[in-house]
């Protein structure tokens, strides 16, 4: 890729808007030379088709945990002007709003390592997971009205959580323009019984211990000290979500016809912001990422019923909630001016730097809380957005791992029990509906989080504060 790909700096890489006939802007990669030998090829081609989209601004961006998605690359950034741009599902992705949280915990590694295997099959019972699962609650088309609409202030109105919650999610944990009659009967019956469930694939619900600092005044404001025992949550908007993404895939790809746009793949279908097409499509977007901060909000709950039933103490205050598949109206600097823009991030999440009106006023001088989750065996990490990723990335930066084996190819090379048992000698208990899930989303099928986080640590798009080490993890 290095004959592609222009260097800018040994974190930074330029794929110049001459590359490909119709680009509109450059590609830029954030990546280094390590992942640049695993960079797929088509992972390359959807950033450069990507920059061929109506009204897109600055460039067309990649963090280190790029793959192969639908019509974007998973890991994919893009800012539409809102007058001449566009909305496209491609951008956000099926699973809409999958996100993560971090809960903070009165308890040290010693109190809780004894008891992980217990405590993780009482999280496991508690929380409802795996494919199709559903949950505790039965909600009402008039409730999932309100849910689409309020998100997690729904659940907290309902005696899931508090107000201070609500203050240390993205968005208050609720998008605006959501409407709940944009989404369908069949999102609807595939949405009601799922609400607080984990659902499968890379979801989990993590214990975890701080085992390492790296910027003491900032997990001193986010309430973190070395050998605390957190709780990480990763879900997002379920059945329901795949379904409004599917919906809308139809009604766009004959909105590209009718409006008369050039797409270099039918993947990338999208309609004018400003048509009633593109206000449907982001209507039941928002609403299924409002469903997917009451998902996490609910399942929250059920999480610190059961420290209180374990331990006899629920206190898990909530340090940051933070979206990954979502498209928002934010301010940015685009060519020296403050404009509108639609940004689509799939894969991807938000890391506004300090000063920034959007964070509550606890984060607000140090900037907001960026929650990297790793795979069953490898650190997840704590980071700060920065006023480097507001200038150059709108915000934004990497959400995870990435892929480097589709789950078709790690099931064919792994088995279920030896990750199970791998896993077990690095003293971290796994419980999940079957093995081949075990196998799908083994540690070895993803790239190393501390790569990712070091790249986007050094380009200066997020910085570091602490790294979490799993001890119990429960999977979908």
């Not at 974007?72 to 699973?95: L, Q, T």
């Not at 609400?195 to 993590?206: I, V």
């Not at 019923?305 to 909630?321: A, H």
């Not at 150059?392 to 090379?413: I, L």
């Amino acid at each position: 890729m290095e004959n592609i790909l222009k260097k800018i700096t040994p974190y930074k890489w330029e794929l110049s808007k001459g590359y490909k006939k119709g680009m509109r802007v450059p590609a830029y990669f954030y990546i280094n030379l390590e992942l640049m030998k695993i960079l797929e090829r088509d992972a390359v081609e959807q950033a450069s088709n990507v920059a061929t989209m109506p009204g897109i601004q600055m460039a067309s961006l990649v963090m280190p945990d790029v793959h192969v998605g639908y019509g974007f690359p998973i890991g994919g950034v893009a800012g539409f002007d809102v007058e001449e741009g566009v909305v496209s599902p491609g951008g956000v992705g099926f699973d809409i709003n999958c996100g993560v949280r971090l809960l903070r915990s009165n308890f040290r590694e010693d109190e809780i390592k004894p008891k992980i295997r217990e405590l993780v099959d009482e999280l496991f019972r508690a929380v409802p997971s795996g494919v199709g699962s559903e949950g505790r609650l039965r909600v009402t088309n008039a409730e999932l009205d309100e849910i689409f609409v309020k998100g997690a202030k729904w659940a907290v109105e309902n005696g899931y959580g508090s107000k201070k919650d609500l203050e240390h999610c993205e968005e208050g944990g609720s998008l605006e323009g959501a409407r709940g009659d944009v989404v369908s009967k069949k999102a609807r019956d595939r949405g009601r019984p799922q609400l607080g469930t984990l659902g499968s694939g890379n979801h989990f619900l993590e214990v975890q211990v701080v085992d390492e600092i790296y910027d003491e005044e900032s997990a001193r404001r986010m309430g973190i000290e070395e050998g605390m025992i957190t709780v990480m949550i990763h879900c997002g908007s379920r059945g329901l979500g795949h379904q409004v993404c599917t919906d809308f895939l139809e009604v766009l790809n004959r909105a590209v016809a009718k409006y008369k746009i050039n797409l270099p793949d039918r993947q990338l279908a999208c309609a004018p912001i400003k048509s009633k097409e593109g206000e449907d499509y982001f209507a039941g977007m928002a609403s299924s990422a409002n469903y997917a901060w009451a998902n996490r909000q609910i399942i929250t709950h059920w999480v610190r019923e059961t420290f209180e039933k374990m331990f006899g103490d629920g206190d898990l205050p909530l340090i940051y909630d933070v979206a990954h598949n979502i498209a928002k109206f934010e301010r940015h600097v685009v060519d020296g001016s403050k404009v509108e823009v639609c940004v689509h991030r799939k894969g991807a999440t938000r890391a506004f730097g300090k000063g920034s009106k959007e964070l509550p006023s606890d984060y607000a001088d140090i900037g907001q809380p960026v929650l990297i989750p790793g795979s069953m065996g490898t650190p997840s990490y704590i980071l700060l957005g920065t006023e480097k990723a507001m200038e150059e990335t709108f915000g934004s930066t990497c959400h995870g791992s990435g892929r480097v084996m589709s789950r078709a190819q790690a099931k064919r090379r792994l088995r279920g029990n030896v990750v199970k048992n791998n896993l077990a000698k690095k003293g971290i208990y796994v419980k999940a509906t079957h093995g081949a899930l075990l196998a799908e989303e083994a540690p070895e099928a993803y790239k190393l989080s501390d790569v990712v986080v070091d790249v986007v640590h050094n380009a200066g798009i997020s910085t570091l504060v602490a790294r979490l080490r799993p001890l119990g993890v429960a999977k979908g």
